[in-house]
């Protein structure tokens, strides 16, 4: 057990998103989830813009490193209140890396659309570089005063109130 502990802090401390790691991690949220401890945090812009792409018949996936679970226990418990019912679809590290562009493929084909009629909304370059390679569109997000330190080449964003208005 002390041996596994400390494999589980190595994978943490490194960021790592072991397929394995993030499993755990969701089981571990979901008593705290149940149990009334835990509760999503979205950015305020979140639900609204949920509400319009849904309104404008866009259907809303998530790609995370974080496991499906995980996804689903925080979008269901919101301070913005339960957004599952805007998703239509869950992706993490067993559809791929979320920096390779295969990964995003596999994403467009499980949604049965070609992947130039996707958009991929990232905070990270290198994410958003993969889906571009792809052949998704992407915007990068880029939230507050902090923005990518060299150029990238995508069109950024402060939040998503920006996105299909």
Do not use: N
Not at 62 to 81: E, M, P, R, Y
Not at 84 to 91: D, E, I, L, N, P
Not at 93 to 107: F, L, N, Q, V
């Amino acid at each position: 057990m002390a041996a596994a502990t400390r494999y589980i802090h190595w994978l943490m401390d490194r960021d790592r998103k072991s397929t394995s790691l993030k499993s755990l991690q969701g089981k571990i949220w979901e008593a705290g989830y149940r149990a009334g401890e835990i509760r999503g945090q979205v950015f305020d812009d979140v639900r609204r813009a949920f509400e319009r792409w849904r309104w404008q018949d866009r259907e809303i996936a998530i790609f995370s490193s974080g496991s499906v679970l995980a996804q689903k226990l925080l979008f269901s418990s919101t301070q913005a209140g339960g957004l599952t019912r805007f998703m239509c679809g869950y992706f993490d590290t067993t559809t791929g890396a979320k920096r390779e562009a295969d990964s995003y493929r596999r994403i467009a084909q499980a949604l049965g659309v070609p992947p130039s009629v996707m958009l991929f909304i990232s905070d990270t370059v290198p994410e958003a570089d993969a889906a571009r390679a792809a052949g998704v569109e992407t915007l990068l997000c880029v939230r507050g005063a902090r923005s990518p330190s060299e150029p990238h080449g995508h069109a950024a964003i402060r939040g998503f109130d920006e996105v299909f208005p």
